[in-house]
C-alpha cells in the first residue's frame, strides 16, 4: 500500500484542519488505518486508529474530543478532523495501515508507513 498524507499547514490556536490520507496499490479495505505525530525531540506517537469496516475507533487521551478519525473506502482514504488546535498539536502527522487490524496499530505494529505532514499551530 503506498499512502499520501495531505492536509497539512499553519493554523492558529482554536482553528481546524483536515488531514486526508490517501491510499493506493492494495484492497484499501483490508486495512486498519491510523494517524500518528511526531512533534521536535519527541518520540512518534499515536493519535488516532480506525478499523477497516469504520465501526471502530480509538484516540489518544490529548486528542479524545478534539479530533475525528474517518474513512471512505469507496475513496480509498482516511481523514483526521483536528478541531481545538492547540500549539502541543504541533508535529508531523503521518498515516499508517496494518492488515491485522486495529489492534496491532495501537501496538505500533505497521505494515505501510505514508510520508508525513506538517501541522503547526501557532499561539
Known amino acids: 500500500v503506498q499512502l499520501q498524507a495531505s492536509g497539512g499547514g499553519l493554523v492558529q490556536t482554536g482553528g481546524s484542519l483536515r488531514l486526508s490520507c490517501a491510499a493506493s496499490?492494495?484492497?484499501?479495505?483490508?486495512?486498519?488505518m491510523g494517524w500518528f505525530r511526531q512533534a521536535p525531540g519527541n518520540e512518534r506517537e499515536l493519535v488516532a486508529v480506525i478499523s477497516w469496516s469504520g465501526g471502530s475507533t480509538y484516540y489518544a487521551d490529548s486528542v479524545r474530543g478534539r479530533f475525528t478519525i474517518t474513512r471512505d473506502n469507496a475513496e480509498n482514504t482516511v481523514y483526521l478532523q483536528m478541531n481545538g488546535l492547540k500549539p502541543e498539536d504541533t508535529a508531523v502527522y503521518y498515516c499508517?495501515?496494518?492488515?491485522?487490524?486495529?489492534?496491532?496499530?495501537?501496538?505500533?505494529?505497521?505494515?505501510?508507513w505514508g510520508k508525513g505532514t506538517l501541522v503547526t499551530v501557532s499561539s
Open positions: 499508517a495501515a496494518a492488515l491485522k487490524g486495529l489492534g496491532y496499530i495501537i501496538k505500533n505494529e505497521i505494515d505501510y
Open positions: 496499490g492494495r484492497t484499501f479495505s483490508d486495512y486498519a
